[in-house]
């Protein structure tokens, strides 16, 4: 069965500080990664996806792909409070019209002021 | 802006009531949409994958008919939750292939969600 995990969290860091959030898979047949941030009693939005080995950069946030180790990271830089929400890391090993996502349970971050 | 609409935002109403909720794509033609469920303080869950055309393809143990689903055009899929009671009570959220793509799997675009509440 796939799965997707997202052990740590809650996390709580300083405003301006740098945030990281991880995310394992089991699946070694994953192609495509996926970071949605959702706030509460809202739905998810796309942060970021990746789908080559290495770190994709956009603007304050960056993933992390090691497909070796079967994880997946998202840094957020200059943490602010508006970045307070749940980040769910979402995964899938289709492509085109076949691209079911299995998602983590998410990690909730905490921006303090 | 939003690429994906949804409608109701949010319904109460009673139980053996039928619900019926509007999935569309802003501006692109979505041959594939997705359904999902979501329960308080989890992630989400997906129920079927909607394609235009054809019949919905259902996950594990869900009922297909308790959960109807309809894709009639590549703009509109409609997700009905037949006879609700309050178990059915949940977030529902749909999302759509923005396509086309490379070859690698596609970002799904959520809509905005459904907060179904049955009493």
């Known amino acids: 069965q796939k799965e997707v995990e997202q052990n740590s969290g809650p996390l709580s860091v300083p405003e301006g500080a740098i945030a990281s959030l991880n995310c394992t898979y089991s699946?070694?047949?994953?192609?495509?990664f996926f970071w949605y941030r959702q706030y509460s009693g809202k739905s998810p939005e796309l942060i970021m996806f990746?789908?080559?080995?290495g770190d994709k950069e956009d603007g304050r946030f960056t993933a992390q792909l090691n497909k070796a180790s079967q994880y997946v990271s998202l840094l957020i830089r200059d943490s602010q409070p508006s970045d307070s929400a749940t980040y769910l890391c979402?995964?899938?090993?289709?492509?085109?019209?076949?691209?079911?996502?299995?998602f983590g349970k998410g990690i909730t971050l905490s921006v303090r002021p | 802006g939003a690429v994906v609409s949804q409608h109701p935002s949010r319904v109460i109403c009673k139980s053996g009531t039928s619900v019926k909720i509007e999935c569309r794509s802003l501006?692109?033609?979505?041959?594939?949409m997705f359904w999902y469920r979501q329960f308080p303080k989890q992630s989400l869950m997906l129920m079927a994958t909607s394609n235009e055309g054809s019949k919905a393809t259902y996950e594990q143990g869900v009922e297909k008919d308790k959960f109807l689903i309809n894709h009639a055009s590549l703009t509109l899929s409609t997700l009905t939750v037949t006879s609700a009671h309050p178990e059915d009570s949940s977030f529902y959220i749909c999302s759509a292939l923005l396509g086309p793509w490379g070859g690698f799997g596609q970002p799904q675009h959520f809509g905005d969600g459904t907060r179904l509440s049955i009493l």
């Open positions: 699946d070694r047949g994953s192609q495509s």
């Open positions: 501006d692109f033609q979505a041959t594939t």
């Open positions: 990746i789908y080559s080995n």
């Open positions: 979402a995964v899938t090993t289709e492509s085109g019209a076949n691209s079911k996502l299995t």
